[in-house]
């Protein structure tokens, strides 16, 4: 495991990572110290009866939102990033170096899955971590459940990477591990109105083909927004889509273990 | 006990429905014994690598059993005393030569303080030290395998599998790779090499196996390989005189005024030919056994495998 982690470290380094992500997180600072600025302007002009929290919501949720979507787009930069890194490590030539030392299979690949969610999660835990400090700096405010936010989105990542992961290990192709990648992001953000959908289905098949989808699926877009409402001191309605995202990320890398261990190289 | 144990070993890929199955290792039996060099040789698509990775677990046979260090190629600890070089190695390109060397001391289970104590020893050994720090991604292929040579020495390993590591090697560098060898022989290491490269093998391993289309046709020591059992040189000073060797006893090859070359019936006869020879005065220098090199000896076993003229 330790080696495997230094090695995903230097490949993050040597594949200019750390540029990317330092570069989007400064970019995301200037942007949160102009809001400051922005912030006063509002401030001076909206003398009428207009409530900002009415078009904003509470100043707590708007802040949580911000940080949701900042932490949503470092953990989409991450999966986008690590996408090719396992297929990569098995291309013929280089799987050869990995398998021929005595560790089984399973603890191969576990130690990669987690080498690269450990690695890249903290990459984003700091840009996210600097973004948060900054804009409690300038909107003198904090979140209280920042760390819960985080939290909730390093499991989105690690929801993710247990799909890119299986998809490269089976296709050996960092694209093919996108594009799944993508279409179960479509497909899991179509299924969170799955009580509309269902509405407006007359069929009862097709009804229950959407809810059926809906409850094995990952419900990452849901992860997200109950973790802003959690953060931002609202209720959370239902934990399920956080620990059936999780399940289903469990019982995919579980098939990923079985097909990697009897896969010939 | 063997440091390899090879029994009855098959391995069948599928392809598909349309191209059928291939039959990439036909009931394989080999044993390697500790501390010797032995060569595999074998035409491409004879099957000799995957006859190691199925040794080194990474791949699964369809039949039969195999053992490393006692050990079956499934259980990991098999591999804990087993090097490996494979042929045209595609190193991970963000790691120097070292980083290279000492992931490979990491996975292998060894401390920092040995995988410290060894890295940098084994790149000097096979020539890499001053291209320690230099990123893989910029070596050539001699580089590669002689780094490869290095990642594979690590763990101290008392098995050694080299699939073809001279491959791309200048002729200093496969000379020093040689050395290497001999070293490790002269260590007790049981090294198991893959190599189209006939010379090389003859030069340096004690036993081979020749591998053709997944069948093993022959196994024997280098020696029994380069002799023709047969037949003999013999280095005397015949002049202009005519020999004639009895029908009986053999024919004659060749000869010239220094020497000659007979094929005898049985190998005891030579003693007859001496006898003539010594009868006739000429004075006879030496007679020694008639040598094929390695490449001939694999040639005529392949083709008679094969049914197919050289």
């Known amino acids: ?95 050869e170096y990995y398998l021929s030392k005595p560790n089984s299979r399973a603890a191969f690949l576990a130690s990669r899955f987690l080498a690269i969610w450990i690695v890249y999660g903290l990459l984003v835990a700091v840009c996210a971590g600097a973004v948060a400090v900054a804009g409690a700096i300038v909107h ?65 098949v097709a009804r229950t083909t959407v809810k059926l989808l809906y409850y094995v699926l990952p419900k990452t877009s849901q992860m997200a927004e109950l973790a802003v409402n959690f953060a931002a001191g609202r209720p959370v309605e239902t934990w399920l889509p956080l620990w059936s995202s999780l399940l289903f990320a469990g019982a995919l890398f579980s098939a990923a273990l079985w097909i990697f261990k009897r896969r010939d190289y | 006990m063997n440091a390899i144990e090879i029994q009855d070993v098959t391995k069948i890929f599928h392809t598909g429905l349309k191209n059928g199955n291939i039959v990439a290792l036909d ?13 595999l040789l074998g035409p491409n698509g004879a099957g000799k690598t995957t006859l190691v990775k199925g040794l080194l677990g990474m791949l699964k046979f369809t039949s039969g059993e195999a053992l490393i260090n ?13 090097g490996f070089l494979q042929e045209n190695p595609r190193f991970p390109e963000h790691l120097t030569g070292l980083g290279l060397v000492e992931l490979a001391g990491r996975l292998s289970g060894l401390s920092e303080a040995e995988v410290g104590e ?54 200093t560098g496969k000379v020093e790779i040689r050395q290497v060898l001999m070293l490790l022989r002269d260590q007790g290491k049981t090294v198991f090499l893959n190599s189209h490269l006939l010379a090389e093998v003859e030069a340096v391993a004690d036993r081979v196996a020749i591998l053709s289309r997944g069948k093993v046709i022959r196994v024997a020591t280098v020696e029994e390989l380069t002799v023709r059992e047969c037949q ?13 060797i009895p029908p009986e006893l053999g024919k004659r090859l060749s000869i010239t005024s220094r020497g000659m070359a007979v094929a005898l019936n049985n190998p005891e ?13 000429i004075n006879i220098r030496s007679v020694r056994p008639a040598r094929i090199s390695l490449e001939q000896s694999f040639f005529e076993a392949v083709s008679q495998d094969s049914g197919e003229p050289l």
């Open chain 1, 1 to 95: 495991m330790r080696g495997i982690t230094r090695e995903t470290v230097v490949e993050l380094v040597d594949r200019k990572m750390l540029w990317l992500f330092g570069g989007l997180t400064l970019i995301t600072l200037f942007i949160v110290y102009l809001s400051g600025n922005i912030r006063g302007e509002i401030a001076i002009e909206s003398s009428g009866p207009a409530d900002l929290d009415t078009i904003l919501g509470t100043p707590r949720y708007f802040a949580a939102a911000v940080y949701g979507r900042v932490l949503w787009l470092l953990v989409f930069l991450a999966v986008l990033g690590t996408a090719g890194l396992v297929p990569r490590m098995l291309e013929r030539g280089r799987a």
């Open chain 1, 140 to 204: 003198e405010t904090s979140i209280g459940g920042v760390v819960f936010l985080f939290v909730v989105h390093l499991l989105i990542m690690l929801v993710w990477l247990s799909i890119t992961v299986t998809v490269g290990l089976l296709s050996r192709s960092a694209t093919v591990a996108l594009m799944a990648a993508f279409s179960v992001w479509v497909a899991q953000f179509l299924l969170s109105f799955h009580d509309r959908m269902g509405g407006l289905v007359t069929s009862d």
């Open chain 2, 27 to 39: 009931s394989v039996t080999l044993s390697v014994r500790p501390g010797e060099i032995f060569g």
């Open chain 2, 70 to 82: 006692g050990r079956p190629p499934s259980d990991p600890l098999s591999r804990r005393k087993a």
């Open chain 2, 118 to 171: 060894h890295s940098v020893k084994l790149l000097d050994l096979v020539g890499m030290g001053k291209w320690a720090d230099t990123k893989v991604r910029k070596y050539s292929k001699g580089m590669n395998q002689r780094v490869g040579l290095a990642q594979a020495l690590v763990s101290d390993p008392e098995i050694l599998f080299l699939d073809e590591p001279t491959d791309g090697v200048d002729p």
């Open chain 2, 232 to 244: 003999f040189e013999i280095e005397a000073e015949i002049g202009n005189e005519r020999i004639e």
């Open chain 2, 269 to 281: 006869d030579i003693n007859q030919v001496i006898d003539q020879l010594r009868m006739r005065k």
